[in-house]
């Protein structure tokens, strides 16, 4: 059974050759591949990868803290889940934690490399794709029996890594830039979105629940009290979200309603304006304001 093993930085990468020779120790059908090139080198990776991932039946991708935050980590996810059944995809985590995890790759179910009993469930797992798969028995046995020798290939990668020039944690000035341009778009959007028809920016309206606009001094069907006149009409409105107002209201009767929802209420018809006679109308504020 072929295994696709995904890798990107030096880390990640002795981490999938240690996966590459101890698997197949304890099941020999595994045949894993693990890609000659880093992925950040581009086109060449990109075609021999490509051709690879048809003749592959599981993925496991190595995820450290150095290439967590990579955009291409959940690139390749999804390039995998693609091409193998996505619950044939593991993240396997060398130094993080299952819920740092964003993006595709939340969704993959992931297993902690210096995890025994989870490690165990990922070799039970492949060992069950296998055509002719080990019994329970022997697979205990022989996962039992390079165990340690798993523990020690991990502390070579471990050590090796403390052996490497400290790199700045700083982000890179493109990446940094390409996030303000996207807070910028994103600014945009909204400001578009609130653009009349002449282009000209507007406060969001407070509107009825018939989609009628509130103005100062219009009357209202209460449900409950009858007809009201709006004596004034507070916005607490976004962009983009309507109806939400409160109003104060004036009755026919004297009596002053605050803070009614302008989505409860509707314009009156024709034989409620009739009923309703004059309303005095008092104290008049701004709608919207």
């Known amino acids: 059974m072929k295994v696709f ?14 996966l590459r020779d101890w698997l197949p120790e304890i099941i020999q059908q595994v045949q894993p591949w693990i890609s000659s090139e880093d992925i950040d080198k581009g086109q060449r990776w990109a075609i021999e990868v490509g051709a690879k991932l048809g ?7 190595c995820v450290t803290p150095d290439n967590l935050r990579e955009p291409w980590l959940n690139f390749e996810a999804g390039a995998l889940a693609k091409s193998i059944d996505d619950s044939r995809v593991r993240p396997v985590l060398l130094g993080v ?41 022997r697979l205990e046995r022989a996962f039992e029996r390079n165990w340690d020798d798993y523990l020690r290939k991990l502390s070579a990668v471990e050590e090796a890594e403390l052996g490497q020039p400290e790199v700045s944690a700083k982000r890179s000035q493109e990446d940094m ?29 407070i509107l009825l ?28 409105a976004t962009f983009g979200a309507p ?14 309603l605050e803070r009614v929802r302008a989505s409860d209420l509707r314009r009156p018809t024709p034989e409620e304006h009739a009923v309703a006679g004059t309303i005095p109308l008092q104290d008049v504020g701004t709608a919207n304001g």
């Open 97 to 137: 934690q299952p819920s740092e995890l964003t993006g595709p790759l939340a969704l993959f179910q992931a297993t902690v490399a210096t995890d025994r009993e989870d490690m165990f469930r990922l070799v039970a797992s492949l060992n069950a794709a296998c055509s002719a798969p080990l019994d329970t028995g």
């Open 55 to 61: 003749e592959m039946s599981q993925g496991l991708i």
């Open 209 to 236: 629940a018939d989609g009628t606009p509130v103005r100062t001094g219009m009357r209202v069907f209460v449900p409950g009290w009858g007809i009201g006149r709006v004596a004034r009409a507070i916005s607490v």
């Open 243 to 256: 109806n939400e107002g409160m109003l104060t209201l004036y009755l026919h009767n004297g009596e002053v």
């Open 177 to 205: 830039i390409g996030e303000i341009l996207e807070r910028l778009r994103e600014v945009q959007r909204s400001v578009e979105s609130a653009r009349n028809v002449e282009g000209e920016l507007r406060p969001q309206e």
């Open 5 to 18: 093993i995904s890798w990107s930085k030096a880390r990640s990468r002795r981490f999938g050759m240690a």
